[in-house]
């Protein structure tokens, strides 16, 4: 069952999506060959914690970071570790979770580790865009199967693939509602958009072929050709001409299409 939140719910995921944001703010500068990914966490965990809120995924089915932290061929579900040391060249994508008052905000960016081949920059801007794109049908009345679409074609477009093991979600009081949210699909097709739905939408796009594998820690998943991967998530609010993105920070550049 996919449930329309009230305006008190979606004021409380207003804030737990800015200090999800806030996140992103300050790891952002920290990015830099030599950090583990272990330290992200931490400063992460204490950006949360700091706005009265708790990490989200800390916990969350045996999850042991507060956020999931993934280099290059890892798609999602990144562990925390003092032994994952990032590197010039490096992609990271940084997937933040944040429970404020019972709800909760979510999402995804993939950041550079200093100077990064124009084949790695190409696919965290199309994995980006491809998300924008995808918005620009989203509106009360639409068809959940049409933004899929639209992620889907997006990328395909321009060479890349699309895991098919993993999905956005709806979200609010519990992280993971109804509906899943594939990144691709058919148009016209699927649950109808309501005002008042809360949805994270995140592509995750491959450079190569788009199977994956589990590693045996039963979290990080990774590209099963070993090729990059990028994600960029954002928790949406959908109101009856468009939409309102609840995990962006004031001044952050936006690959927007």
């Not at 030599?34 to 914690?49: N, P």
């Not at 040391?85 to 709800?103: H, M, P, R």
Request: proline share 5%; glycine share 10%.
């Amino acid at each position: 069952m996919i449930i329309v939140k009230s305006e008190r719910e979606i004021e409380l995921m207003r804030k737990a999506g800015q200090i999800v944001a806030s996140v992103f703010e300050t790891l952002k500068p920290a990015l830099r060959p030599g950090i583990t990914t272990k330290e992200l966490d931490e400063l992460a965990e204490k950006t949360i914690r700091d706005q009265g809120a708790y990490p989200t995924f800390k916990g969350y089915g045996g999850f042991p970071g507060a956020i999931c932290i993934s280099v290059n061929d890892t798609l999602i579900h990144g562990i925390p570790s003092s032994k994952i040391i990032l590197k010039e060249g490096d992609i990271v994508s940084l997937d933040v979770g944040a429970t404020y008052q019972g709800y909760c905000g979510d999402a995804c960016r993939t950041y550079p580790v200093g100077q990064i081949s124009e084949k790695a920059e190409r696919l965290v801007k199309t994995t980006e865009e491809s998300f924008w794109y995808g918005l620009k049908f989203v509106k009360e009345g639409a068809f959940l199967g049409t933004i899929s679409h639209a992620i889907q074609e997006y990328n395909e477009k321009r060479g890349y693939s699309l895991p098919r093991d993993y999905t956005g979600h709806g979200i609010g009081s519990h992280l993971h509602e109804d509906p899943a949210i594939p990144n691709y699909g058919r148009a016209e097709t699927g649950p109808i958009l309501l005002k008042g739905m809360c949805l994270a939408i995140e592509p995750m796009v491959a450079e190569g072929k788009h199977q994956t594998r589990v590693l045996p820690d039963e979290w990080t998943v990774k590209m099963r050709d070993g090729k990059l991967s990028a994600h960029y998530e954002n928790t949406i609010v959908v109101t009856k001409d468009g939409y309102e993105v609840l995990t962006t920070y004031e001044g952050e550049k936006i690959n927007n299409v």
